[in-house]
């Protein structure tokens, strides 16, 4: 089965501070992504890779930054966290092998900004 | 962007019923893929049912089934048989183009006993 992990299932910071949420996914998956969900506005895209180094902005990239250094890790930044920052963040991936290949979905984290 | 709507925040069915959860897009492309995904309470996306836009016959996965309409560009999600277990969130969702999906506002369904 495809597991896709994520660092923290809940995450308390100041405004303010770097915050660093985690991705990892076990299944060679080319690309990945981040999404933020919020109620009312189901899932909307940040950020997504479809290779090491990659990145492309999504419908939302203010505010964040992205890092792939490896395959299987995608990395999720905010410079510096602001209270219209908290809500939970999902991550996915998915492979490269058509337009068929639904996305792998994490936990996710809530991220709640003091 | 293409926009994904889902007119219905939430939604109730006894249990044993059938229910439909609508869902209707935007799009200007010939070939795309439509997803519905469901959210338990634990948070985590499960994957439920795709229809490629190419597909002549709805999708069906076990009690899920897709009622595509092309020309209406809807793609209604019907639950069969519903189960206290079907309670979640429900997302509708299509491809981009780049890889991404976009996804509806989502529609809440509780199973009622």
């Known amino acids: 089965d495809v597991k896709v992990t994520q660092s923290s299932r809940y995450l308390v910071k100041r405004t303010g501070e770097k915050v660093f949420l985690e991705c990892v996914q076990d299944m060679d998956h080319e690309n990945m992504f981040w999404y933020r969900q919020d109620p009312g506005l189901g899932l909307r895209l940040i950020y997504f890779?479809?290779?090491?180094?990659?990145?492309e902005k999504g419908d939302i990239p203010e505010g964040y930054s992205v890092s792939r250094e490896k395959k299987e890790r995608f990395s999720l930044i905010l410079e510096s966290a602001s209270t219209n920052q908290t809500s939970m963040y999902l991550c996915?991936?998915?492979?490269?092998?058509?337009?068929?290949?639904?996305?792998?979905f994490g936990p996710g984290t809530r991220l709640l900004v003091l | 962007a293409q926009k994904i709507t889902q007119t219905q925040p939430g939604m109730f069915v006894q249990e044993k019923e059938a229910v439909t959860l609508d869902c209707t897009y935007d799009t200007s492309d010939q070939s795309y893929g439509l997803f519905w995904y469901k959210q338990p309470s634990s948070g985590e996306m499960i994957f439920l049912i795709y229809q490629g836009s190419y597909d002549e016959q709805n999708a069906t996965e076990g009690r899920y089934s897709l009622n595509f309409q092309k020309a209406r560009k809807s793609a209604n999600l019907v639950i069969s048989a519903s189960q206290l277990g079907d309670s979640a969130m429900y997302f509708c969702?299509?491809?981009?183009?780049?890889?991404?999906?976009?996804f509806g506002s989502g529609t809440r369904l509780q199973v009622q006993p």
């Open positions: 996915a991936s998915s492979p490269n092998s058509g337009i068929k290949e639904t996305q792998y």
């Open positions: 969702a299509r491809d981009t183009g780049r890889r991404a999906l976009t």
């Open positions: 890779s479809y290779d090491v180094k990659m990145k």
